[in-house]
């Protein structure tokens, strides 16, 4: 059986990235956290951790991080459910999920807020492309994600989620320069891109002109509210939501480029199959925040 005090020292180093700071959130001595690593390390015959400027896991921790993560909430749950626990007693909960960008502005956070506020959850959030996502439940950071990935990683569910509407929109100054040259005159131009790993462009210039590998210049604005600002002010053309479009009340006009060629991506929530009861609850408000918003194909 595992030590839990040499579980909790593992998790610890990994989340806070050094052994220094592990020992001040357990008050423990330093000496007491590398003691309880090596221990565990032996136990098992092998390494948990990569030591460096910044502490990182191995495989191997990062499975037992989320085992860590899993013992919590399930000692919650207990706790919970005790004779006597009542709810204003009830301690928080902490969940870590990973999730896209648009997602969490539009339809995620309003969706689980509720649900939040009613059981005490907590949310750590991860912040992703949807294509990228399952990467952190893989390693074991988080306990769910938003992902574009439809088959169920071991030990998970993929449970299907709706599709979101995507729109390439302009600010209409810029839309009129191109006229009726599309797409070579808005190729000259530069789009905006959330980041590095965002691909919707590439996928509309394909599904709609059959373009591959296409060459354009590039604005990278990592923030939905800085990459709509980009798009007003006319410095490009971009991929936007329609949860997002129609929430813009107020705004600067955004003009589809092409009306009536969307691009649909659809999204999948992937979880533990073994969820605690806090888990569970994020799992049902997550589902019917997306029945509530988005397309159901």
């Known amino acids: 059986m595992l030590?839990?005090?040499?579980?909790?020292?593992?998790?610890?180093?990994?989340?806070?990235?050094?052994?220094?700071?592990?020992?001040?959130?357990?008050s423990v001595t330093l000496a007491a956290v590398s003691l309880r690593i090596k221990s565990l390390e032996a136990s098992l015959g092998q390494r948990l951790?990569?030591?460096?400027?910044?502490?990182?896991?191995?495989?191997?921790?990062?499975?037992?991080?989320?085992?860590?993560?899993?013992?919590?909430?399930?000692?919650?749950?207990?706790?919970a459910g005790l004779p006597g626990a009542g709810a204003d007693t009830a301690r928080w909960?902490?969940?870590?999920?990973?999730?896209?960008?648009?997602?969490?502005?539009?339809?995620?956070?309003?969706g689980v807020a509720p649900a939040l506020k009613q059981h005490r959850?907590?949310?750590?959030?991860?912040?992703?492309?949807?294509?990228?996502?399952?990467?952190?439940?893989?390693?074991?950071?988080?306990?769910?994600?938003?992902?574009?990935l439809a088959q169920a990683m071991r030990g998970c569910a993929a449970e299907p989620l709706g599709i979101m509407r995507y729109r390439c929109v302009?600010?209409?100054?810029?839309?009129?320069?191109?006229?009726?040259a599309l797409p070579h005159r808005m190729l000259r131009s530069p789009a905006v891109i959330f980041n590095r790993k965002d691909a919707l462009q590439d996928a509309w210039l394909a599904q709609h002109f059959n373009l591959q590998g296409a060459l354009y210049p590039r604005h990278f604005v990592p923030a939905v509210d800085a990459f709509e600002l980009a798009l007003e002010l006319g410095l490009g053309w971009g991929m936007v939501p329609d949860l997002l479009l129609r929430a813009r009340a107020g705004r600067a006009p955004l003009e589809e480029v092409m009306p009536g060629r969307p691009v649909d991506v659809v999204l999948y929530w992937q979880h533990w199959t073994r969820e605690p009861l806090a888990a569970e609850r994020l799992t049902q408000a997550i589902k019917r925040a997306a029945r509530d918003c988005l397309l159901q194909g």
């Open 121 to 148: 959850l907590l949310l750590d959030v991860v912040v992703d492309d949807q294509d990228h996502t399952h990467d952190a439940l893989k390693s074991g950071d988080v306990t769910g994600c938003v992902t574009t």
């Open 170 to 180: 302009a600010a209409p100054s810029l839309r009129a320069e191109w006229g009726s």
């Open 49 to 79: 951790l990569v030591r460096g400027k910044r502490v990182a896991a191995t495989p191997a921790g990062q499975a037992l991080l989320g085992h860590v993560k899993q013992l919590r909430l399930m000692e919650a749950d207990l706790m």
């Open 93 to 110: 909960q902490s969940l870590s999920v990973a999730v896209n960008a648009d997602s969490l502005a539009s339809w995620f956070l309003p």
């Open 3 to 26: 030590d839990a005090r040499q579980l909790e020292a593992l998790a610890a180093v990994i989340e806070s990235g050094s052994f220094g700071a592990a020992a001040k959130s357990l």
